[in-house]
């Protein structure tokens, strides 16, 4: 039965049990159920309130329904689908993996690159260990020269041993400077050759498909087997920390907001009770734009889309409930010095409970993973379906 089928039937026996019964007068004496003024008043009052015509001057309505965000996981690269690990339905957390993409192509990369990786360090211990085989050439070959200068000088060897001593220690030297040279090269080649293993890894890495955040999987685009291009979605995610019912108001309604003002939501399925929200979100652009704007009346039909924010704590403990598309009615304060009514006033379900032994039974939080902008509160939950 719809909300406006309930109307109808409580407006219909509260009338009749509030009817005045009066005998007619008529000869065969049958009664005749007349209404009386206070009975037709009540059954008006009655079917005001339900429908929310009697609200307060400085409180709106607008029908809205419930959304949250949503995420599409995809690959930055193509590849064959090895297996998705989720479905729909399936709550994940933060950094949970959903879904691995087969890569034996980079993984070939990656070998070959780690190959060249230790080509190099042997290229380098080869070089190192020349240096130092040259340099004790090199020191021999310097204190030979020396020692030639010296003996130069009293005439004890001839000039041509002496300029061979110079050359063999000139060798000596340009030797060093050239295993210097390719040992500063294995340098340059293990870095570059670390850099490539470091490329080819960082996209085996990104081949395993993890969940950017913390809610519940919507839709499962592709399937294990399939071959998907580079960014293609292959599931959506819901971020059920960030639920919200979206609603469209009036100019002159839209203007007296302010981001951060309290806003009440009652849900179709659940008219029972009010779910406690704060405005998040005024359109800048207005909707439904008619073609002039010239006139009072023209002016009045511009629409704004408004946010009405569900705190994510609140969302937290009633996990399992949560639910988007499901219509609803959304309430805001135009004016911040008016009380909320009765009717409007915070009415929560009592919350699951969290400690229940059975182990089939699905968790009533939300899973361990915390939403980045999560804040703490002690606030309970809705039933926000």
Request: glycine share 6%; aromatic share 6%.
């Amino acid at each position: 039965m719809t909300i406006r089928q309930r109307v109808a039937m409580s407006a219909f026996l509260l009338g009749i049990g509030a009817c005045a019964l009066s005998m007619n007068g008529e000869p065969n004496g049958r009664l005749s159920i007349t209404p009386s003024a206070q009975a037709q008043g009540l059954i008006r009052n009655l079917i005001a309130r339900l429908r929310g015509a009697t609200l307060p001057d400085g409180i709106v309505k607008s029908n809205g329904r419930i959304e949250a965000t949503q995420v599409d996981v995809s690959s930055k690269y193509a590849g064959r689908l090895a297996e998705v690990t989720v479905e729909e339905g399936s709550s994940v957390t933060q950094g949970q993996v959903i879904a691995r993409i087969s890569s034996p192509e980079y993984e070939a990369q990656l070998r070959a690159a780690k190959a060249d990786v230790q080509k190099a360090n042997d290229a380098l211990a080869a070089a190192e260990a020349e240096i130092t085989s040259r340099q004790s050439a090199l020191e021999f070959a310097k204190s030979d020269f020396e020692r030639g200068q010296e003996l130069m000088k009293t005439g004890f060897i001839t000039k041509q041993v002496f300029e061979q001593r110079k050359r063999n220690y000139d060798s000596a030297v340009a030797a060093v400077k050239s295993f210097t040279s390719q040992r500063d090269q294995a340098l340059s080649h293990i870095a570059n050759a670390e850099a490539e293993v470091d490329r080819i890894q960082s996209i085996i890495d990104d081949l395993t498909l993890v969940s950017p955040r913390i809610g519940r999987v919507q839709y499962q685009l592709a399937r294990a087997g399939e071959v998907v291009a580079a960014g293609a979605p292959i599931v959506t995610i819901l971020d059920l920390t960030d639920v919200y019912m979206t609603i469209f108001l009036p100019a002159a309604d839209a203007g007296r907001l302010t981001v951060g003002d309290e806003a009440r939501i009652i849900l179709d399925p659940v008219p029972d009770y009010v779910i406690p929200a704060k405005v998040s979100f005024v359109a800048a652009d207005a909707q439904f734009t008619p073609k002039t704007v010239e006139t009072t009346d023209e002016r009045a039909k511009l629409m704004f889309r408004t946010k009405l924010k569900i705190d994510p704590q609140i969302l937290q403990q009633f996990y399992t409930r949560v639910k988007t598309g499901v219509r609803g009615m959304g309430f805001v304060r135009t004016k911040a010095d008016v009380e909320w009514p009765e009717e409007l006033q915070v009415k929560l379900p009592k919350p699951p409970d969290a400690n229940t032994t059975d182990d089939k039974a699905p968790p009533a939080t939300a899973p361990t993973a915390q939403a980045p902008d999560d804040k703490a509160s002690e606030t309970k939950t809705p039933d926000a379906k």
